[in-house]
Each structure stands twice: as C-alpha cells, then as structure tokens.
C-alpha cells in the first residue's frame, strides 16, 4: 500500500550518549532514517543528547533538539511543533524505553502522535522474560526450561527445580547488564542479587544453561501487508555463553546445514509475525545443538538492533532507511533496492564473500576489570572486514583493531607456554582467538581445541590452515625464493607483508617489492547485495587477490580521507562525525571524497555518504595500494583521529601529499619533547619537563623538576598509560610499564600543577589567519583527562587577563606550527598564569561539541582551509544563548570492581550535552559541588 499522507511531521527519539551495549550503531540507524523520511517531504525533529553525533547535526534533519532524554523534553518539542507521529524504533533500548514512559504518562494521546515502527505490546512482550516464553513456546517452538523470578526466595526456588549451570538474565536491560551465567549453587547468591538490583522491575528469568551451542542471530524486515524478508544470517563464531556483542561473528553462515537454516528462516518470520501489529526491523537470536541441530529461541527485537547496522553493512541492504519507509506505510514491494536503483527492496541479499565482526575491547581503561567474557557486554566498539574467504576476512579483522596486531599472529606476539595458552582458552577472554591459533601451533589437537573452546571444529580447521601455510613458508629465507602460487596463497588468505616478513625475519619493504614484482596486487570488488546477478550502481568496494578489478578509477580530482577506525575509549564517534562533515566539504569543493575506514557502526561507511568507500583497515599496507590504485591530490589525516594521524609519517615518506598542516609540523605537535622545546624557544610557558630513554633518566629528570609528576608516553590519544605519580617507586613501575607496551616510544616527564584550572581551544588556522572556534573551561581541575572532565562553553570563571594569555599563546602556536586546519590547545591556568599542556594539530574530541552548541560548519569551514580556502572568505557567526556544558558519560556498571578514580588517562565512554541560561541552573551547581568534594576530600 501507499505511504500514508496523514503524516507530515515524525519526531525521531535518538540513544543519548555512547556507552557499553549502546554504541554509534544507533547514530547510524537515526541519521539513515531521517534521510529516508526528509525523501518523501516529511519533517523530521530529532531529539538527543549526545553533541558528538552526526545525528544531531543540522543536515541531518529539519529540527535538532540537544535536551535531556526525558518526558518533559518531549512535551517541550510537542509544545513546540505539530508532531503527527513519533519513531522511537531508532534509538535503541534508551529510546524505547522513553517511549514507554512517555505512552504510561498519556503524552501521545494527549498531542495525537501517532507511534510507527513498533508496537508497544510487541516491545513488552519481547522484553518481559516470562511472557516471552509462553509466547515462544504457544507458537510451537521451544525455549530453554526457565522460571520468572521477582525476589530472592524465588530465585532460590527456581534454581533449585532447574539446577545447575544456569543463567540469571535481568529483564528490560541492555547489553546483558546484570546477567552471567552460575556454574555452581556457591556463586548463585551473589550473581542473584546482581541480577534483580540490574532490572528496572526487579525481575530476573532464570534459564537452564545451553553451553556449548552455536548462537545465530537474523535481521528480518517487516511491512504492513506481513511480507518479511530475511536481510542476513549472522553466525557467532564463539558458542553460547559469550554476548553476541562481544562474540567474533561470520557472515554468511559457514556451518549451518541447509535443513537447519530452512528450519531458523521459518521460526524467525513466524515469530516475527506473530509480534503484533508493526513495520520495521526486527533481529532474533537463536541457539543450536550442533550434535541434533535442535533449535530454541533466546530472544528477539521487534526493532532496529545493534546487530542491524553490521548487517546493512555486510550486505549493503539499508535496513534503517528501509525500515524508516515501512513505518510510514509503504511496503517492500513498493520500495526499490538502494544499491542496485532498478529491483524490488523485498529480496534477500546474496553474499559472494565473507565478513568478519571483532569486537574492540578497553580493558586496559579499567584497572581491576576482569577480562573474562559472558552474558554481560563488555567491548566499547567493533570492526568488520571482507574478503573472499573466511580467513582472508578474518586476518584483515585483526588487521583492522587499531592493537598493533598486523594479522592473527605471526607477529611478536604469540605466546609459547602451553599452560597458559589452554587456561586462555577455557577461560574466555578478549584475546582468546590468538591463543587458538597458538595452541594449534604448538600442536594442541583440534579436538582438544574444540573441547576447551566449543568452537565449531570448522573454524578451527580453517586456523590450522593457516599454521600449516608458515610451517611452509618456514621452508624459504628471503621473499625472492618464494613461488609465486604460493606467495599469492599467502594473500589470499589474508597474510599481511609485515607477518610474512616477521616469519622470514625480513624488512617488510623487502617482502613488499617482491610482491610487487611478481605482480601480486589487490583488486577491488563491490558490495552489490546480489552477488552480481544485477548491476549495481553503489561505489562499495573490498580488496581481495583476484583476476578482475571492479573499481574502476574517474578522471576527477580526488581527496582521500582516512577514518577513525573502531570505537574506544579516547577515540570514538566524534572523529566520526569530523570525517563525515570533511567527506561532504571536499564534495562542495568539487573533488571526488574518498573514504577508507572499517567501523561498521558509522555514518562514514555509510554507502553513499562519500563518492567511494573502501571498507578496509586503517593499516599501511591497504590504505598504500588504495593510493597507489586511485592517485589522489592528497590524504586528509587531520580528521580520524590519531588513527589516522599515526600514518602520516609513512604518507610523507612515500612522498603522498598530506592536505593541511603538514608532516613535521605534525610530528613537532606530537613529540611531546620537541613541543616542550619549541615552547622554550617562543617564551611560552609550560610545565618544567624531561624526556626520558629509560629509568635511571625518568628519576632523575622527576627529582630535578620535583614532585608529584605527569608520567606520559608521545603519539598517544586518550591520556593512554598517563599517569601522576609521586615518588621514585611509582615513577619507576610506570615508566616500566610504558616502556614494556610501547618500546620504541620516549617518555616525557612534566611537573605536575597541583590545584591549577584547565582549559582548552579549538580553533582553525590557515597559514596567516586563527580564528578562535571556543573556549572551555573544565570544572574538574587539572590532572583529571580532558575527555573525563565536565567543561563549560564559553568559561565562566577565568579572568579576561587569562582569556587573552590563552588567545595570544593559541594564534602564537598555530601560526609557528605552520597549521592549516584544526588545533586543539590545552592549558592549565595557575595563579593567574598561564601554562600550554600540549596541543593537537588535528580536530578534537571537542570540535563537534564546539560546533554544536554554536551552531556553526567549523568542520566544512575547517576541511575546505585544508584545501587552501582563507578564513577570510568565511563569515562565521555563533549562536548560543547562555552556556553548553559537556557531561562525560561513564560504563563503570560494566566492570563492578573497577577503579573508579580518575585521572590524567581517559575513562569515559561517551558524553551529553546540557544547555543552561546562568550559572544558578541546578544542573550546573550539582558538577560544582562535585568539583568542591573532589578538590577537598
């Protein structure tokens, strides 16, 4: 049927900031809905909280609404604007639950909004554990044995009739909060109490444990005829028991049989129809015994899912923008495929190569955590990679984690003790796939392999491969003895140069020119959602090592931006958003954009958000042949982040223009040594300083410029292994520490400022000209990370003797640095002075919040300075009324016996945004008091 015109106007409801279990998957999905819905003239408001998004930016839709995620922001907008109907399917379980809240209190009845894309009795019924099972097993199908429990007797009583192992799984959480599974009654108390405490209605279903099973998950599209299409098939690579979030995942399916797929499809669209009167998406989870193939149905989301914006990615299907459309009416047949523009959008896509999804964990950030994996989410981001094959994605995956890892292993850092490496393997953890590989080097056998892990023997076949594939490259001592069958074998399966040169014990250059002249080079294939059987008209490529090459090179001018890579913590979606707002600049400036990056989250790896996107690592050796294939004007570094910064010195190098600021201006920025020098030379005051090679320097520099020290590493972001220390122990296992994870890193040594304010300045140079993006002032004081301090936009307690000290020094920097783009300085202000911390020749993690409480293009104004353009032909205006505080966003509930305190290394995961009128504003006096006990206690 047609869209239904009674809608003119739909209010979005966005996921507020990033944390554990609820990432930048959903910024995507919003942003690919309100473009769908602006397509067919509807007016699209938003509302979200989170400034570092490009769903909260004025292209994205009509009206932008940064306020709180709550019921009274909601009336407000209602008050505000003729709201017909509200889509709350895009935002998550945070907006969901608004939603809810919002249908409980009468406020869509009240204003006439119509809800779309959800039924609010599906979303109950999905989301209450024990009406969920009647349902499920009403239909037919089956479910693990599971009671309900609402209190601690109950619980008891439950685990008693079902025994042990168990699973406790809080209902109306996300992300697996509170749950875990109980091998033994002694831990069951414990992980009760966790389990009730973590459900908003104190209400757990206690499930019979299925360890060992093969988890899947299918996205699934649904219209208002009850036409539904299955999108993609993912398969977890780790067994039950580990949260598919936090899982390894494969698309297509490789092991499941014919039969039991045909059996998976059939449950999931019953089940899908069976939940109630809605269009959209919808994801369900399912375990299998591998031994009988018996099914049972863990779950289901009668919404977009995290799992939603990987498989649009995987395929190339856009789920968020189709679904968008099925909300307001239309249905599939009506709808035409995005990538191919001429077939129906009610098909199934066709995979004529495998992805691969690694997860990205930070527990490094979490001193105290426990790395083991389980019901709970616990990785901060994802990566995904395509290839032909299973191996050559999975290489590329760990090419992809930004861990310093050039493949799965053969790379330094194998481990050879067979003890550890089979307690790694039963106790799960964020790098058990490595020690897989190790214990099949060692000569672990297979089914041991398979016993400890539960890991389908399929995959663990398919890694023996790869071990079998060095002991034969063992055979040979330089690159130029290698037959050319082989060495192309080697690529296909995803070797990298740097492991095969590490297994020679080789230069990797050497490896590379020889491949080179053997004429083994990548080629490009696209993303077309039908394995080729139609013409595809979306410019979505992979490499892989074949014949033909699809990606055919334009006779335009062309600019290459490098993304950001997986999200963590110090490094997360704001990068994002500057690479998206660089991409489109370039655009208006006439080039064509190209995007490199491999975070299947993103609004960058959007399909046709730049001219080309190349779905691949951020890693030397892709983005050089992509280069060397394409022939750009040059590489834009300044916007993903230090990802994409730490590359630039291999640009310059290889002789690629870098567009902007500069490589040694660059390098001069980041070494924090030549930077506290350079600060010498122009009479600018800084913190006394050292830079150390080793131990007996560090201590010595620390006594010279005294006590309490800032102990920091060079080419860092997020103040990684930054630490205050206060005497010679301390200073000692710190430096250690740096020294044993970064070995060919310098350590610099800086007297710490105790009770000194800080602040920070974005601002845009062009060669001759700064302007001044913003000025904020963090609440918390010096020592604690940028990205984990509360901060006012403009600052409400510095002097204008200390406002002009910071513009004077920043203009000094910018224009001595020879920037051209973006610069992020930070000071600390003591005793009325002055003193420059360190500064950033590239956007911050602060330039979207800048931009968006001044509701100013620093971004596209930035980009297009990189090209050559002088601030002069700007006319920047600013708008906020009053002051924007940013509020850091922690996931501390993921990690109960973490360290908590902060410091001069980056905790936090995400942030908001908050708009006040004066300094009296409650929100505001509540971060002072805060600051107050902190700076007391």
Same mark, same amino acid.
């Not at 299918?218 to 993912?234: G, K, P, S, W, Y």
């Not at 297509?252 to 059996?263: I, R, V």
């Not at 398919?462 to 690529?491: H, T």
């Not at 993006?773 to 600052?795: F, R, W």
């Given at each position: 049927?047609?869209?239904?015109?009674?809608?003119?106007?739909?209010?979005?409801?966005? +996921?507020?900031?990033? *944390?554990?279990?609820?990432?930048?998957?959903?910024?995507?999905?919003?942003?690919?809905?309100?473009?769908?819905?602006?397509?067919?003239?509807?007016?699209? +408001?938003?509302?979200?909280?989170?400034?570092?998004?490009?769903?909260?930016?004025?292209?994205?839709?009509?009206?932008?609404?940064?306020?709180?995620?709550?019921?009274?922001?909601?009336?407000?907008?209602?008050?505000?604007?003729?709201?017909?109907?509200?889509?709350?399917?895009?935002?998550?379980?945070?907006?969901?639950?608004?939603?809810?809240?919002?249908?409980?209190?009468?406020?869509?009845?009240?204003?006439?909004?119509?809800?779309?894309?959800?039924?609010?009795?599906?979303?109950?019924?999905?989301?209450?554990?024990?009406?969920?099972?009647?349902?499920?097993?009403?239909?037919?199908?089956?479910?693990?044995?599971?009671?309900?429990?609402?209190?601690?007797?109950? $619980?008891?009583?439950?685990?008693?009739?079902?025994?042990?192992?168990?699973?406790?799984? #809080?209902?109306?959480?996300?992300?697996?909060?509170?749950?875990?599974?109980?091998?033994?009654?002694? !831990?069951?108390? /414990?992980?009760?109490?966790?389990?009730?405490?973590?459900?908003?209605?104190?209400?757990?279903?206690?499930?019979?444990?299925?360890?060992?099973?093969?988890?899947?998950?299918? @996205?699934?599209?649904?219209?208002?005829?009850?036409?539904?299409?299955?999108?993609?098939? =993912?398969?977890?690579?780790?067994?039950?028991?580990?949260?598919?979030?936090?899982?390894?995942?494969?698309?297509?399916?490789?092991?499941?049989?014919?039969?039991?797929?045909?059996?998976?499809?059939?449950?999931?669209?019953?089940?899908?129809?069976?939940?109630?009167?809605?269009?959209?998406?919808?994801?369900?989870?399912?375990?299998?015994?591998?031994?009988?193939?018996?099914?049972?149905?863990?779950?289901?989301?009668?919404?977009?899912?995290?799992?939603?914006?990987?498989?649009?990615?995987?395929?190339?299907?856009?789920?968020?923008?189709?679904?968008?459309?099925?909300?307001?009416? %239309?249905?599939?047949?009506?709808?035409?495929?995005?990538?191919?523009?001429?077939?129906?959008?009610?098909?199934?896509?066709?995979?004529?190569? =495998?992805?691969?999804?690694? #997860?990205?964990?930070?527990?490094?950030?979490?001193?105290?955590?426990?790395?083991?994996?389980?019901?709970?989410?616990?990785?901060?981001?994802? =990566?995904?990679?395509?290839?032909?094959?299973?191996?050559?994605?999975?290489?590329?995956?760990?090419?992809?984690?930004?861990?310093?890892?050039?493949?799965?292993?053969?790379?330094?850092?194998?481990? *050879?003790?067979?003890?550890?490496?089979?307690?790694?393997?039963? &106790?799960?953890?964020?790098?058990?796939?490595?020690?897989?590989?190790?214990?099949?080097?060692?000569?672990?056998?297979?089914?041991?392999?398979?016993?400890?892990?539960?890991?389908?023997?399929? %995959?663990?076949?398919?890694?023996?491969?790869?071990?079998?594939?060095?002991?034969?490259?063992?055979?040979?001592?330089?690159?130029?003895?290698?037959?050319?069958?082989?060495?192309?074998?080697?690529?296909?399966?995803?070797?990298?140069?740097?492991?095969?040169?590490?297994?020679?014990?080789?230069?990797?250059?050497?490896?590379?020119?020889?491949?080179?002249?053997?004429?083994?080079?990548?080629?490009? &294939?696209?993303?077309?959602?039908?394995?080729?059987?139609?013409?595809?008209?979306?410019?979505?490529?992979?490499?892989?090592?074949?014949?033909?090459?699809?990606?055919?090179?334009?006779?335009?001018?062309?600019?290459?931006?490098?993304?950001?890579?997986?999200?963590?913590?110090?490094?997360?979606?704001?990068?994002?958003?500057?690479?998206?707002?660089?991409?489109?600049?370039?655009?208006? /400036?006439?080039?064509?954009?190209?995007?490199?990056?491999?975070?299947?989250?993103?609004?960058?790896?959007?399909?046709?958000?730049?001219?080309?996107?190349?779905?691949?690592?951020?890693?030397?050796?892709?983005?050089?042949? *992509?280069?060397?294939?394409?022939?750009?004007?040059?590489?834009?570094?300044?916007?993903?982040?230090?990802?994409?910064?730490?590359?630039?010195?291999?640009?310059?190098?290889?002789?690629?223009?870098?567009? $902007?600021?500069?490589?040694?201006?660059?390098?001069?920025? @980041? !070494?924090?040594?030549?930077?506290?020098?350079?600060?010498?030379?122009?009479?600018?005051?800084?913190?006394?300083?050292?830079?150390?090679?080793?131990?007996?320097?560090?201590?010595?520099?620390?006594?010279? =410029?005294?006590?309490?020290?800032?102990?920091?590493?060079?080419?860092?972001?997020?103040?990684?292994?930054?630490?205050?220390?206060?005497?010679?122990?301390?200073?000692?296992?710190?430096?250690?520490?740096?020294?044993?994870?970064?070995?060919?890193?310098?350590?610099?040594?800086?007297?710490?400022?105790?009770?000194?304010?800080?602040?920070?300045? !974005?601002?845009?140079?062009?060669?001759?000209?700064?302007?001044?993006?913003?000025?904020?002032?963090?609440?918390?004081?010096?020592?604690?990370?940028?990205?984990?301090?509360?901060?006012?936009?403009?600052?409400?307690?510095?002097?204008?003797?200390?406002?002009?000290?910071?513009?004077?020094?920043?203009?000094?920097?910018?224009?001595?640095?020879?920037?051209?783009?973006?610069?992020?300085?930070?000071?600390?202000?003591?005793? @009325?002075?002055?003193?420059?911390?360190?500064?950033?020749?590239?956007?911050?993690?602060?330039?979207?919040?800048?931009?968006?409480? %001044?509701?100013? #293009?620093?971004?596209?104004?930035?980009?297009?300075?990189?090209? $050559?353009?002088?601030?002069?032909?700007?006319?920047?205006?600013?708008?906020?009324?009053? %002051?924007?505080?940013?509020?850091?966003?922690?996931?501390?509930?993921?990690?109960?016996?973490?360290?908590?305190?902060?410091?001069?290394?980056?905790?936090?995961?995400?942030?908001?945004?908050?708009?006040?009128?004066?300094?009296?504003?409650?929100?505001?006096?509540?971060?002072?008091?805060?600051?107050?006990?902190?700076?007391?206690?």
């Amino acid at each position: 049927m047609p869209k239904d015109h009674s809608i003119k106007s739909v209010l979005i409801i966005g +996921s507020g900031p990033i *944390i554990i279990g609820q990432a930048c998957e959903f910024d995507y999905s919003g942003t690919q809905a309100s473009r769908s819905l602006r397509e067919e003239g509807i007016e699209v +408001s938003l509302i979200n909280s989170n400034p570092a998004t490009i769903m909260t930016d004025p292209l994205t839709a009509d009206h932008i609404y940064l306020l709180p995620l709550d019921v009274p922001s909601l009336i407000k907008i209602l008050e505000e604007r003729q709201i017909d109907a509200v889509l709350p399917t895009m935002g998550g379980q945070t907006a969901l639950n608004l939603a809810i809240e919002a249908g409980k209190q009468g406020v869509w009845d009240k204003y006439n909004v119509k809800m779309i894309g959800v039924d609010l009795e599906a979303i109950d019924l999905a989301e209450n554990r024990e009406r969920f099972k009647e349902h499920v097993i009403s239909l037919g199908l089956s479910h693990a044995p599971s009671q309900i429990a609402n209190s601690f007797l109950e $619980g008891k009583e439950a685990a008693q009739a079902i025994g042990f192992p168990l699973v406790i799984r #809080p209902s109306f959480t996300l992300g697996g909060t509170g749950g875990g599974f109980v091998m033994v009654e002694e !831990d069951f108390d /414990a992980a009760l109490r966790r389990g009730l405490d973590a459900s908003p209605t104190h209400e757990v279903m206690i499930d019979k444990a299925v360890l060992g099973w093969k988890e899947y998950e299918l @996205e699934l599209l649904r219209d208002a005829n009850d036409n539904v299409t299955i999108i993609c098939t =993912v398969e977890n690579l780790d067994p039950m028991g580990i949260h598919t979030g936090d899982s390894i995942t494969v698309a297509p399916a490789m092991t499941l049989s014919d039969t039991a797929f045909q059996q998976m499809r059939n449950e999931a669209i019953k089940l899908m129809r069976s939940m109630g009167e809605f269009a959209g998406g919808c994801n369900v989870q399912f375990a299998m015994n591998p031994e009988t193939e018996e099914l049972i149905c863990i779950e289901i989301n009668p919404r977009v899912s995290r799992s939603s914006a990987l498989a649009s990615k995987a395929t190339g299907y856009p789920i968020a923008k189709i679904a968008a459309k099925l909300a307001i009416g %239309y249905t599939l047949d009506e709808l035409k495929n995005q990538i191919t523009k001429n077939t129906s959008a009610f098909f199934e896509p066709t995979l004529d190569y =495998v992805i691969v999804k690694m #997860p990205r964990w930070n527990f490094e950030k979490f001193y105290g955590s426990d790395n083991t994996l389980g019901l709970q989410m616990k990785s901060v981001g994802e =990566v995904m990679a395509i290839g032909r094959t299973f191996l050559e994605a999975l290489q590329k995956a760990c090419q992809s984690q930004e861990n310093n890892r050039a493949g799965l292993g053969a790379d330094k850092k194998e481990w *050879i003790r067979t003890e550890d490496i089979l307690e790694r393997l039963e &106790k799960v953890s964020d790098d058990r796939i490595y020690r897989l590989k190790d214990a099949l080097r060692l000569g672990v056998p297979t089914k041991t392999v398979h016993k400890l892990t539960r890991i389908d023997p399929w %995959y663990i076949t398919q890694i023996k491969q790869l071990v079998e594939l060095e002991k034969e490259l063992l055979k040979y001592n330089v690159a130029e003895d290698l037959p050319v069958e082989f060495f192309r074998r080697l690529k296909v399966c995803g070797y990298s140069d740097a492991q095969i040169a590490w297994l020679l014990r080789i230069n990797e250059e050497e490896v590379t020119k020889q491949r080179y002249k053997l004429g083994i080079r990548r080629t490009y &294939k696209m993303v077309d959602t039908c394995a080729a059987e139609f013409e595809a008209k979306t410019p979505y490529f992979y490499s892989t090592f074949d014949q033909e090459n699809e990606s055919i090179v334009s006779d335009k001018k062309k600019i290459i931006v490098l993304g950001s890579g997986p999200n963590r913590i110090g490094q997360g979606i704001e990068f994002d958003y500057c690479c998206v707002h660089g991409v489109m600049a370039i655009k208006e /400036a006439g080039y064509e954009a190209i995007m490199i990056n491999c975070n299947p989250e993103t609004v960058s790896t959007d399909f046709d958000i730049a001219d080309k996107l190349y779905f691949e690592p951020i890693f030397w050796e892709h983005i050089k042949e *992509i280069i060397d294939l394409e022939q750009p004007e040059g590489v834009v570094v300044q916007l993903g982040g230090q990802t994409a910064l730490k590359l630039a010195e291999k640009l310059h190098q290889h002789g690629i223009k870098i567009i $902007g600021t500069d490589f040694d201006s660059m390098d001069l920025a @980041e !070494d924090r040594g030549r930077f506290s020098d350079r600060l010498k030379e122009l009479s600018i005051p800084y913190p006394d300083y050292g830079v150390a090679d080793d131990v007996d320097q560090a201590i010595d520099i620390a006594n010279k =410029v005294s006590y309490p020290v800032l102990v920091r590493p060079s080419y860092v972001l997020g103040g990684q292994r930054m630490r205050i220390v206060i005497n010679d122990d301390e200073l000692q296992r710190q430096v250690l520490s740096i020294f044993k994870h970064m070995p060919d890193n310098k350590v610099l040594i800086d007297q710490f400022l105790e009770r000194a304010k800080e602040a920070e300045i !974005d601002a845009i140079c062009d060669g001759e000209d700064v302007h001044i993006m913003g000025i904020m002032e963090h609440i918390e004081p010096a020592g604690i990370h940028s990205g984990d301090s509360s901060a006012v936009l403009p600052t409400y307690s510095l002097s204008d003797d200390v406002l002009d000290q910071m513009a004077k020094y920043t203009k000094q920097l910018a224009l001595d640095l020879k920037i051209k783009g973006l610069i992020n300085i930070q000071f600390a202000i003591k005793d @009325e002075k002055v003193y420059v911390i360190e500064a950033n020749p590239r956007a911050s993690r602060t330039t979207p919040f800048i931009a968006k409480a %001044y509701q100013a #293009p620093f971004l596209n104004i930035a980009t297009k300075v990189m090209l $050559g353009a002088k601030l002069k032909d700007f006319d920047i205006v600013k708008n906020l009324n009053g %002051y924007a505080i940013k509020i850091p966003i922690f996931s501390f509930n993921k990690f109960p016996n973490v360290d908590k305190q902060l410091g001069p290394e980056m905790k936090s995961t995400g942030e908001a945004i908050h708009f006040i009128e004066d300094l009296k504003d409650p929100v505001f006096l509540e971060i002072e008091r805060q600051r107050y006990m902190y700076l007391t206690r």
